[in-house]
């Protein structure tokens, strides 16, 4: 089988050491390495793109920016020490964010440490309702002591484990503090199976060994206490 | 040059026949002339005459149905929920506070706005089946084939823009029902590992859901995917115009025999 190669074409008159027919194009010069008319659509397209990108490159920020802000730390006072107690949960209004009505607001459920869970009995464990497969909000029931979910069938147990359904990990917690006499929540931090903290992260995210690096908290995310 | 295709024109614009006495030249036989003349101009200088009839009177194949007429039927969704969106955009307050109280009044307060809401909220629902019914023709009649491959990319583009157009939607009445839902869509788009949580920002437009995500929502709704669709919808236009439509399958090309050329192997 013969392949033909460039060596057995025939030579035209512009393609081998001839003399050079063609007109020069205008603004033609010995060793120039690009015509006028390349150089000028180059120079038009970049303007074009520079163009492009003054326009786009603000707008882009200026829609993404809101995640990267760092939300301001709140301490919401709730109530006093003596409205609760280490027998049970008692459901507080928790503004999250001010200034959008209901929406803003979330229920947390408080109660006292209790010591046999490892816990500090002078302190205080705030539960988030916000359910961790997908965000419904969820109810403590007292007569079974377990947090349930309406929207999936999620179930944790007193302490916030997962016991039944899809969550992924333990519900969330806020950090508590006590002063000026009252029990305050303060951010929210996300737990591991374990109930080790760890920064908070949304619902449907697994915590602890490799999915932190899976699922990475935003970086406005406070640290876990 | 082309004549304007007589169909088109409604019939009070069409040239009047000759008549006969009369130089033409009469002030009421010229007033008679003058949406022709109208017609002609414009026509003289857009040159739309061989767009509209390359378009308009193209050929179809034999068989053609009326399965053929669901990519249209989707498109007249479409323009539907256009329409009945400005008008509501007029009413609509897209604040945490107020979005709610503003779709009560829409609906219980402004005249027929009952009906307009309601055929936007119907029309999307429409509109939905439409789409996937003018897919699953595509798809069982083979129009997905060579060399329409890039129209069906396109009309898959379009089904995502629609669903988007659903979710964004959803969430603009503010009631409980369209909050926790669209808290749940929210949270599914955060699952995706590593790239998961910053979409969820990027719709929340940050950590919780904050006071501008019912106002990104709204303008994802009403301004950036309307526009991606009525591009899109350009793009499908021009390519079934181009390629034009397929038979149905059931219909056999005319086979002569003689034109049959047998393979020697």
């Not at chain 1, 390349?38 to 995640?67: H, S, Y």
């Not at chain 1, 929406?103 to 002078?122: F, H, N, S």
């Not at chain 1, 205080?124 to 979910?149: K, M, N, Q, W």
């Not at chain 2, 089904?159 to 979710?167: A, C, Y």
């Amino acid at each position: 089988m013969i392949l033909a190669t460039s060596a057995d074409t025939p030579k035209g008159p512009d393609s081998g050491n001839g003399p050079d027919l063609k007109p020069k194009p205008a603004g033609y010069y010995e060793g120039e390495s690009m015509t006028r008319r390349n150089a000028f659509i180059i120079g038009g397209q970049a303007l074009g793109g520079l163009a492009g990108a003054a326009v786009m490159l603000p707008v882009v920020g200026f829609a993404v920016a809101p995640i990267l802000e760092t939300p301001k730390e709140v301490w919401s006072p709730v109530g006093n020490l003596s409205d609760f107690d280490d027998e049970s949960y008692t459901a507080v209004v928790k503004t999250e964010r001010s200034g959008i009505g209901e929406a803003g607001k979330t229920t947390v459920y408080v109660r006292q440490g209790i010591e046999d869970l490892g816990e500090d009995p002078q302190g205080y464990v705030a539960i988030s309702t916000r359910c961790v497969h997908l965000g419904c909000p969820v109810r403590y029931f007292e007569a079974a002591r377990t947090f349930i979910c309406p929207c999936h069938g999620g179930v944790y147990d007193f302490e916030g484990k997962v016991i039944g359904g899809p969550p992924v990990r333990p519900l969330d917690r806020f950090q508590t503090r006590v002063a000026n006499g009252k029990v305050e929540v303060g951010p929210r931090f996300s737990v591991t199976s374990d109930l080790e903290p760890v920064r908070a992260r949304d619902p449907g995210e697994f915590t602890g060994g490799i999915w932190e690096y899976l699922y990475p908290p935003r970086p406005s995310t406070p640290s876990a206490p | 040059m082309p004549k304007f295709p007589a169909a088109l024109i409604p019939p009070p614009l069409r040239k009047p026949a000759k008549p006969g006495d009369g130089n033409g030249a009469d002030p009421l036989e010229k007033l008679k002339d003058a949406p022709v003349d109208l017609v002609g101009w414009v026509d003289e200088r857009t040159g739309a005459t061989p767009f509209l009839t390359g378009m308009l009177f193209r050929h179809v194949p034999k068989g053609t149905n009326w399965f053929y007429t669901l990519g249209s039927g989707t498109l007249f969704a479409f323009v539907v929920q256009a329409i009945t969106g400005v008008f509501l955009a007029m009413y609509y307050t897209p604040s945490p506070v107020e979005a709610y109280a503003s779709i009560t009044h829409l609906t219980n307060d402004v005249f027929l706005g009952e009906f307009v809401r309601g055929m936007h909220k119907w029309g999307a629902t429409v509109m939905i089946i439409l789409i996937f019914l003018h897919m699953g023709r595509t798809f069982f009649f083979g129009a997905y084939k060579y060399p329409r491959e890039l129209n069906w990319v396109i009309g898959v583009i379009l089904v995502v823009l629609t669903l988007v157009m659903g979710l964004t939607g959803y969430l603009l009445p503010f009631d409980q029902r369209s909050y926790w839902a669209t808290i749940v869509a929210m949270n599914i788009n955060g699952t995706g590992p590593i790239v998961g949580p910053y979409l969820a920002d990027f719709l929340r437009a940050g950590a919780e859901f904050e006071s501008t995500t019912l106002s990104r929502f709204y303008a994802l709704h009403m301004l950036l995917v309307p526009g991606a669709i009525i591009a899109m919808i350009g793009a499908h236009l021009y390519l079934v115009v181009k390629l034009g439509t397929t038979a149905p399958p059931w219909i056999r090309a005319e086979t002569k025999p003689k034109s049959l050329r047998t393979e020697k192997v």
